[in-house]
Protein backbone atom coordinates (compact mmCIF):
# COMPACT_ATOMS: atom_id res chain seq x y z
CA UNK A 1 0.00 0.00 0.00
CA UNK A 2 1.68 3.30 -1.36
CA UNK A 3 2.20 6.30 2.02
CA UNK A 4 3.88 8.98 3.02
CA UNK A 5 7.29 8.93 4.00
CA UNK A 6 9.42 11.58 5.82
CA UNK A 7 13.05 11.54 6.83
CA UNK A 8 14.47 11.94 9.35
CA UNK A 9 12.35 10.88 12.33
CA UNK A 10 14.11 12.92 14.69
CA UNK A 11 16.19 15.85 13.83
CA UNK A 12 17.80 18.02 16.74
CA UNK A 13 19.32 21.02 15.78
CA UNK A 14 20.63 24.42 17.63
CA UNK A 15 18.73 27.83 17.65
CA UNK A 16 19.74 29.88 14.00
CA UNK A 17 20.67 27.02 12.09
CA UNK A 18 18.69 25.86 9.12
CA UNK A 19 16.79 22.42 8.93
CA UNK A 20 15.37 20.67 6.10
CA UNK A 21 12.78 18.67 6.40
CA UNK A 22 12.24 15.79 3.88
CA UNK A 23 9.23 13.49 2.73
CA UNK A 24 8.04 12.06 -0.11
CA UNK A 25 4.31 11.72 -1.18
CA UNK A 26 2.34 9.21 -3.26
CA UNK A 27 3.77 8.94 -6.29
CA UNK A 28 0.45 9.72 -8.15
CA UNK A 29 -0.51 12.60 -5.96
CA UNK A 30 -0.48 16.28 -6.77
CA UNK A 31 -1.27 18.04 -3.69
CA UNK A 32 1.15 18.36 -0.92
CA UNK A 33 0.69 20.05 2.78
CA UNK A 34 2.64 20.53 5.86
CA UNK A 35 1.51 20.56 9.33
CA UNK A 36 2.85 20.74 12.67
CA UNK A 37 2.27 20.15 16.22
CA UNK A 38 3.95 21.50 19.25
CA UNK A 39 3.94 19.12 22.07
CA UNK A 40 0.51 19.44 23.80
CA UNK A 41 -1.21 21.50 21.04
CA UNK A 42 -3.38 20.87 18.39
CA UNK A 43 -1.93 19.68 14.64
CA UNK A 44 -2.01 23.06 12.80
CA UNK A 45 -1.93 23.72 9.07
CA UNK A 46 1.26 25.16 7.44
CA UNK A 47 1.10 25.28 3.86
CA UNK A 48 -0.45 23.71 1.42
CA UNK A 49 1.46 23.06 -2.52
CA UNK A 50 -0.05 22.42 -6.20
CA UNK A 51 1.84 22.44 -9.48
CA UNK A 52 5.50 23.99 -7.75
CA UNK A 53 3.26 27.02 -6.18
CA UNK A 54 1.71 27.40 -2.53
CA UNK A 55 -1.45 27.62 -2.97
CA UNK A 56 -2.37 28.49 0.60
CA UNK A 57 -0.47 29.15 3.83
CA UNK A 58 -1.24 29.96 7.62
CA UNK A 59 -0.20 32.91 9.62
CA UNK A 60 2.51 30.78 10.96
CA UNK A 61 3.81 30.35 7.60
CA UNK A 62 6.03 33.23 7.68
CA UNK A 63 9.55 33.90 5.87
CA UNK A 64 11.22 32.05 7.48
CA UNK A 65 9.92 28.79 6.07
CA UNK A 66 9.83 27.70 2.80
CA UNK A 67 9.08 24.52 0.32
CA UNK A 68 9.90 22.71 -2.57
CA UNK A 69 9.67 20.05 -4.96
CA UNK A 70 13.33 20.05 -5.69
CA UNK A 71 12.27 16.95 -7.78
CA UNK A 72 9.40 14.51 -9.07
CA UNK A 73 9.09 12.22 -5.66
CA UNK A 74 10.68 14.68 -2.95
CA UNK A 75 8.79 17.61 -0.87
CA UNK A 76 11.00 19.32 1.58
CA UNK A 77 9.81 22.35 4.43
CA UNK A 78 12.90 24.59 5.26
CA UNK A 79 13.43 26.54 8.47
CA UNK A 80 15.97 28.67 7.56
CA UNK A 81 16.91 30.59 11.22
CA UNK A 82 15.15 27.93 13.83
CA UNK A 83 13.80 29.05 16.89
CA UNK A 84 12.81 27.27 20.01
CA UNK A 85 9.28 27.63 19.43
CA UNK A 86 9.64 25.86 16.28
CA UNK A 87 10.19 22.42 18.11
CA UNK A 88 7.24 20.88 17.10
CA UNK A 89 6.19 17.34 15.31
CA UNK A 90 6.13 17.90 11.65
CA UNK A 91 3.73 16.22 9.45
CA UNK A 92 3.50 16.03 5.53
CA UNK A 93 0.88 15.27 3.60
CA UNK A 94 -0.55 14.63 0.21
CA UNK A 95 -3.63 14.16 -1.39
CA UNK A 96 -4.60 12.92 -5.01
CA UNK A 97 -7.16 15.84 -5.16
CA UNK A 98 -7.12 19.18 -3.71
CA UNK A 99 -11.39 19.24 -2.73
CA UNK A 100 -11.64 20.03 0.80
CA UNK A 101 -13.47 16.18 0.77
CA UNK A 102 -10.47 14.69 -0.74
CA UNK A 103 -8.57 12.40 1.77
CA UNK A 104 -4.88 13.87 2.96
CA UNK A 105 -2.78 11.06 3.58
CA UNK A 106 0.01 11.40 5.99
CA UNK A 107 3.26 10.62 6.90
CA UNK A 108 4.41 9.79 10.10
CA UNK A 109 6.20 13.01 11.13
CA UNK A 110 9.46 14.05 11.63
CA UNK A 111 10.26 15.06 15.47
CA UNK A 112 12.85 18.67 15.33
CA UNK A 113 13.93 19.58 18.30
CA UNK A 114 15.70 22.93 18.85
CA UNK A 115 18.05 23.63 21.32
CA UNK B 1 -12.89 30.53 11.09
CA UNK B 2 -13.13 27.34 12.19
CA UNK B 3 -12.56 25.45 15.83
CA UNK B 4 -12.30 22.05 16.96
CA UNK B 5 -12.41 21.20 20.48
CA UNK B 6 -11.54 17.54 21.90
CA UNK B 7 -12.29 17.97 25.48
CA UNK B 8 -11.07 15.01 26.81
CA UNK B 9 -6.95 14.76 26.32
CA UNK B 10 -6.94 10.82 27.55
CA UNK B 11 -9.66 8.44 27.79
CA UNK B 12 -9.21 4.63 29.13
CA UNK B 13 -11.37 2.01 28.54
CA UNK B 14 -11.48 -1.73 29.41
CA UNK B 15 -11.24 -4.23 26.78
CA UNK B 16 -14.37 -4.74 25.00
CA UNK B 17 -16.25 -1.85 26.61
CA UNK B 18 -17.84 0.80 24.53
CA UNK B 19 -15.78 4.24 24.15
CA UNK B 20 -16.98 7.71 22.83
CA UNK B 21 -15.06 10.48 21.84
CA UNK B 22 -16.30 13.86 22.25
CA UNK B 23 -15.83 16.69 19.44
CA UNK B 24 -17.27 20.18 18.99
CA UNK B 25 -16.64 21.94 15.99
CA UNK B 26 -17.63 26.03 15.75
CA UNK B 27 -17.79 27.31 12.23
CA UNK B 28 -19.92 29.87 10.64
CA UNK B 29 -20.05 28.27 7.32
CA UNK B 30 -20.82 24.72 6.06
CA UNK B 31 -18.04 22.15 6.99
CA UNK B 32 -16.66 18.69 6.30
CA UNK B 33 -15.55 16.55 9.08
CA UNK B 34 -13.46 13.92 9.85
CA UNK B 35 -11.45 11.59 12.19
CA UNK B 36 -7.98 10.53 11.76
CA UNK B 37 -6.05 8.05 13.95
CA UNK B 38 -2.83 7.64 15.21
CA UNK B 39 -0.54 4.77 16.30
CA UNK B 40 2.36 4.76 17.67
CA UNK B 41 5.11 5.92 15.12
CA UNK B 42 2.76 5.83 12.44
CA UNK B 43 0.85 8.78 10.44
CA UNK B 44 -2.75 10.20 10.76
CA UNK B 45 -4.71 7.61 8.78
CA UNK B 46 -8.39 8.20 8.18
CA UNK B 47 -10.93 6.47 10.33
CA UNK B 48 -14.29 8.42 8.85
CA UNK B 49 -15.45 11.52 7.17
CA UNK B 50 -18.58 13.65 7.21
CA UNK B 51 -19.73 15.07 4.29
CA UNK B 52 -23.33 15.43 3.68
CA UNK B 53 -26.28 13.37 3.95
CA UNK B 54 -26.88 10.74 6.60
CA UNK B 55 -25.56 11.93 9.85
CA UNK B 56 -24.16 8.75 11.05
CA UNK B 57 -20.95 7.95 9.38
CA UNK B 58 -19.48 4.41 9.63
CA UNK B 59 -15.87 4.11 9.15
CA UNK B 60 -12.57 1.64 9.47
CA UNK B 61 -12.49 -1.05 12.65
CA UNK B 62 -15.54 -0.78 13.50
CA UNK B 63 -15.96 3.16 14.75
CA UNK B 64 -18.65 5.18 13.67
CA UNK B 65 -19.73 9.18 14.40
CA UNK B 66 -22.55 11.09 14.23
CA UNK B 67 -22.90 14.45 12.99
CA UNK B 68 -25.12 16.67 14.88
CA UNK B 69 -25.93 20.25 13.81
CA UNK B 70 -27.67 21.34 16.61
CA UNK B 71 -25.25 20.73 19.16
CA UNK B 72 -22.21 21.13 16.52
CA UNK B 73 -20.59 17.88 17.54
CA UNK B 74 -19.24 14.84 16.05
CA UNK B 75 -18.57 12.79 18.77
CA UNK B 76 -16.69 9.03 17.35
CA UNK B 77 -17.77 5.72 19.00
CA UNK B 78 -17.31 2.39 19.22
CA UNK B 79 -19.17 -0.55 21.22
CA UNK B 80 -16.44 -2.32 21.79
CA UNK B 81 -12.97 -1.67 21.87
CA UNK B 82 -10.02 -3.84 21.16
CA UNK B 83 -6.68 -3.42 22.59
CA UNK B 84 -5.40 -2.58 19.26
CA UNK B 85 -7.27 0.84 19.25
CA UNK B 86 -5.00 1.90 21.76
CA UNK B 87 -3.64 5.28 20.01
CA UNK B 88 -4.47 8.72 19.45
CA UNK B 89 -7.63 10.51 17.95
CA UNK B 90 -8.04 13.50 16.12
CA UNK B 91 -11.00 15.08 15.01
CA UNK B 92 -10.76 17.92 12.28
CA UNK B 93 -12.82 20.44 10.32
CA UNK B 94 -12.69 22.00 7.16
CA UNK B 95 -14.98 24.36 5.14
CA UNK B 96 -16.35 23.65 1.55
CA UNK B 97 -13.81 24.85 -0.72
CA UNK B 98 -10.73 24.81 1.36
CA UNK B 99 -8.74 22.03 1.57
CA UNK B 100 -6.89 23.03 5.09
CA UNK B 101 -7.42 20.78 7.86
CA UNK B 102 -8.07 22.07 11.48
CA UNK B 103 -7.42 19.93 14.07
CA UNK B 104 -8.53 18.93 17.98
CA UNK B 105 -6.11 18.53 20.09
CA UNK B 106 -6.79 14.83 20.32
CA UNK B 107 -7.35 12.00 22.26
CA UNK B 108 -5.09 9.41 23.48
CA UNK B 109 -7.52 6.05 23.95
CA UNK B 110 -6.24 3.61 26.17
CA UNK B 111 -7.49 0.24 26.17
CA UNK B 112 -6.78 -1.49 29.52
CA UNK B 113 -6.88 -5.16 29.11
Known amino acids: EPEVTQTPSHQVTQMGQEVILRCVPI?????FYWYRQILGQKVEFLVSFYNNEISEKSEIFDDQFSVERPDGSNFTLKIRSTKLEDSAMYFC?????????????FGPGTRLTVL | AQSVTQLDSQVPVFEEAPVELRCNYSSSVSVYLFWYVQYPNQGLQLLLKYLSGSTLVKGINGFEAEFNKSQTSFHLRKPSVHISDTAEYFC???????????FGTGTRLTVIP
Open chain 2, 92 to 102: AVTKTGANNLF
Open chain 1, 93 to 105: ASSLLASSYNEQF
Open chain 1, 27 to 31: SNHLY
